[in-house]
């Protein structure tokens, strides 16, 4: 058995069949910038590590805010002016970027916070005080939603052509 990793191609013996899988990321350009980020509309798991990621970061930001005493985070700030409390503040806000930044990458399945965020952190906050990382999978949501029609469509289509020409499978009748 041969695999074509260029080609997400798995050949098997002639006796049996061969598959092809397509797996390419599409690059989606960030904003007006001249970087971009990879979505791989194929993958149909996508949808339910996004809600599990969103749900992991909510819950642990949650627990930051109540271990900290703060409402939010954006009121992470040194108790007193001292270095030892501005260090610990730092380290705190590292500690829930690099959260942030691990789910990310979990639900995207690869370093997505590196095409993203780069070096600034992802709890910054927008103009509209929004966090960085809200703001991006508010803006992703609409693309996936978008691409996952077309392809629930294109699927349809091609069982209805199916379906037509050779009538229902007789799996599917009662």
Known sequence: MDVNVERNTLNLPDDEFAV???????????????????????????????????EDI???LEEKRKELGIE????????????????????ISNEIDSFIKNRMNYIFGYDVSRDVFGD????SVTRKGEYY???????????VEREYQVRIQATNERIKKYVD??????????
């Open 20 to 54: 092809d899988f397509e797996t390419e990321r599409t690059p989606v350009r960030l904003g007006k910038s001249d970087r971009y980020f990879y979505m791989d509309f194929n993958d149909t798991n996508f949808p339910s590590r996004l809600k599990q990621g969103r």
């Open 58 to 60: 909510s819950k642990y």
């Open 72 to 91: 939010d985070i954006n009121q992470l700030q040194a108790k007193e002016h001292t270095i030892e409390e501005i260090e610990k503040t730092i380290n």
């Open 120 to 123: 600034t952190s992802s709890v």
């Open 133 to 143: 990382f809200d703001n991006f999978l508010n803006s992703v949501l609409p693309l």
């Open 165 to 174: 020409k050779k009538g229902m499978h007789p799996a599917l009748k009662k």
